[in-house]
């Protein structure tokens, strides 16, 4: 993270009292999520990039290989030097040798980069479906963004998987007359 990137101040923007307070992306609100995004993407120094690994892959290499896939991949197009960078990763994650690494347990609550990280990745995703929602309208995608809510277990339910659903994440759910 640049030197002159003020965490205290990008957290300061979403909580009550200006008391900054480091979390997850899980513990803040979309709106916080993405007002911290905005603080992120128009920085200008911090290089930040999001990548994804289809529900196929998910599905036939598991969701911690496509994890570190997917962190591969972000890496690749930031285009920068192996040597030149440490990458911090939260707990499980791996990225490919050639890059010096650290992982912490509860990285994404106790080291603000990777929280930073795992909100540039939940706001992404949120917005990749959102996006989709249109194209698979029957799942309404724009009001739970894909998450194994009670709403979306029912779309599925009535519509059936598509594509972009992992059938690993669908074991045991009522999909018409049948079960995945």
């Not at 290089?47 to 991949?73: M, T």
């Not at 010096?100 to 909100?119: N, Y």
């Not at 690993?168 to 999909?175: E, K």
């Amino acid at each position: 993270m640049p030197e002159d990137f003020d965490w205290e101040e990008a957290f300061a923007k979403v909580t009550r009292r200006g008391a900054p307070r480091l979390r997850d992306s899980k513990q803040l609100s979309a709106q916080q999520r993405e007002v911290l995004y905005e603080h992120v993407v128009s920085h200008g120094r911090l290089k930040h990039a999001a990548a994804f690994v289809d529900a196929h892959a998910i599905d036939s290499i598991g969701i911690v290989n496509a994890a570190n896939e997917a962190a591969s991949v972000a890496l690749t197009e930031l285009s920068i030097s192996a040597g030149r960078v440490e990458v911090l990763l939260d707990a499980g994650l791996r990225v490919p040798s050639k890059w010096q690494q650290r992982s912490f347990v509860r990285g994404d609550e106790t080291i603000p980069v990777i929280a930073l990280a795992s909100i540039v990745a939940k706001v992404s995703r949120d917005r990749t479906m959102e996006d989709l929602s249109s194209q698979y309208a029957p799942y309404h995608f724009e009001a739970h963004k894909g998450y194994g809510t009670l709403a979306h277990r029912r779309a599925i339910s009535r519509a059936g998987l598509s594509e972009i659903h992992r059938t690993s994440f669908c074991r045991g759910l009522r999909i018409g007359p049948k079960s995945v």
